[in-house]
């Protein structure tokens, strides 16, 4: 006679495994129907198996992961830069990305974000390219012809009605924003329509080409740094993706669902969401870096790193400014990199090496304090207990 | 607009400051002191959200794709 889920819930409520173990576990016994003798043999192995999978105590748990990342590592594409498009955006992939993952840059080289929009307009489009043109950075060369009047020694914009009306932007708003920004004397004449003096401060011919040149440079409208916006489908809801990223810009912007906004820029999303969030989006960038190349790697690996790499509250690189470089050991950051400066520092502050880890032992050559190494074997004298 | 919170971000695990009844139970558990927990800036974004002060100990608990559910603790520093 089968058992109660009820009585299946109380048997497996204490037992110390995973949830997602435990989830599986209940919904298999209750689809096939055991008997309470059944369940407690299932039970039994189930802790057995399960103890058998767990990591035993003085594991190198950190080899392991570097080897199963490493090698994987070494078929990806080297050094050729492979790009691919997300909706016509270049984003790094392959090795050049891992690497820049794992030295925790400041900004990778090709920064792009995701950004989802509120849930009710989700699926409008017009909608989504409102937003789209209010994140998008937009420059005089987007909505104007610049003109370069040698005789009047100033600079004349024909602006593009077309362009003002897609981007949203009028003519009074763009004078404003020039002169705040060029500190210049900027005028609307009257007798021509969507046009726009600027005024150097003084009539040099140098000004003149200074200022040519940087009216360029002005922001009109959207947020400085994000070059493109492209727009996307992705089942009922448009989503945009942005070439350059600026989090904390882009949460003031209205329209956008910033509980699902991200960015591949670990460094901008430590700053804005915090270490857990870093976190994770390590685990996130490096996985899916190594799927895209049709590599699986246990995700547990790159738990690992991204623990170890976000332990200390800070993100830190896993490398001779990071995680290498904080060894207590001497000779175990001597085996890294820069070998002589660390045995000179230690050498000239009568540093004292313990010889607690592997690196350390194998270079004096004894026995590493890992796996059976850890273990001290201490013989009874047996005529003692007589 | 109504103001977000960033615990509802789905990069964001739940976090919270624990008390410290729970907190002796799980530094029994684990056999370690607070200061050998992993640790969280004060300065953290999310350590600001929650309130948490230097000397606290946040419990975070994870969405994990392994174990369904993991719990992490960090020690609150300057």
Request: glycine letters at 6%.
């Amino acid at each position: 006679m089968s058992i109660s889920e009820a009585t299946i819930d109380s048997m497996i409520s204490g037992l110390p495994l995973p949830k997602t173990t435990l989830a599986t576990l209940r919904k298999d016994v209750v689809d096939v129907g055991v008997t309470k003798k059944e369940m407690e043999v299932i039970i039994e192995r189930v802790m057995a198996d399960y103890e058998y999978a767990c990591v035993e105590p003085c594991e190198a748990v950190g080899v392991v992961s570097a080897q199963s990342i490493g090698e994987p590592g070494t078929q990806m594409t080297m050094r050729t830069f492979h790009y691919a498009g997300v909706a016509e955006i270049n984003v790094t992939l392959g090795l050049p990305r891992l690497i820049e993952i794992v030295d925790a840059r400041k900004t990778p080289s090709t920064p792009m974000m995701t950004v989802a929009l509120v849930k009710e307009h989700a699926a409008d489009r017009e909608f989504a390219r409102k937003v789209a043109w209010e994140i998008e950075a937009t420059h005089i060369e987007h909505l104007a012809d610049v003109t370069t009047d040698l005789a009047n020694m100033n600079l004349i914009l024909d602006l593009n009605e077309k362009m003002l009306l897609q981007r949203g932007i009028d003519v009074d708003a763009i004078a404003e924003k020039l002169a705040e920004g060029l500190k210049v004397d900027v005028k609307i004449p009257s007798e021509v329509a969507n046009q726009i003096i600027v005024i150097p401060k003084e009539p040099l011919y140098r000004d003149l080409l200074q200022l040519a040149k940087n009216i360029h440079g002005i922001t009109l409208k959207g947020i400085e740094g994000i070059k493109r916006v492209v727009i996307r489908k992705d089942g009922e809801e448009y989503t945009l993706y942005t070439e350059g990223s600026m989090l904390k810009e882009i949460l003031d912007v209205e329209g956008i669902d910033l509980s699902r906004t991200s960015t591949n820029n670990i460094g901008e999303i430590y700053e804005v969401f915090g270490i857990e969030a870093a976190r994770f989006a390590i685990i996130k960038e490096a996985s899916d870096t190594l799927r895209e190349q049709g590599l699986t790697v246990d995700i547990r690996h790159l738990m690992l790193v991204s623990d170890i790499m976000t332990c200390d509250g800070e993100v830190k690189q896993i490398g001779r400014h990071g995680i290498s470089g904080e060894k207590a050991s001497v000779f175990a950051r001597a085996a890294f990199e820069v070998t002589v400066n660390h045995l000179l520092d230690a050498g000239m502050r009568g540093d004292i090496d313990e010889l607690n880890g592997v690196t350390e032992n194998i270079i004096v050559g004894q026995p590493i304090k890992l796996g059976t190494g850890d273990v001290h074997l201490v013989a009874r004298n047996p005529l003692k207990d007589l | 607009m109504s103001k977000f919170s960033l615990l509802d971000h789905e990069l964001i695990p739940h976090h919270e400051v624990m008390d410290e009844d729970d907190l002796k139970t799980v530094l029994a558990h684990y056999n370690v002191e607070r200061e050998q927990l992993p640790k969280l800036k004060v300065t953290d974004p999310i350590a600001l959200e929650i309130g948490a002060e230097p000397g606290n100990v946040v419990k975070v608990i994870r969405k994990s794709q392994t174990a369904g559910e993991a719990l992490y603790y960090r020690y609150v520093i300057e």
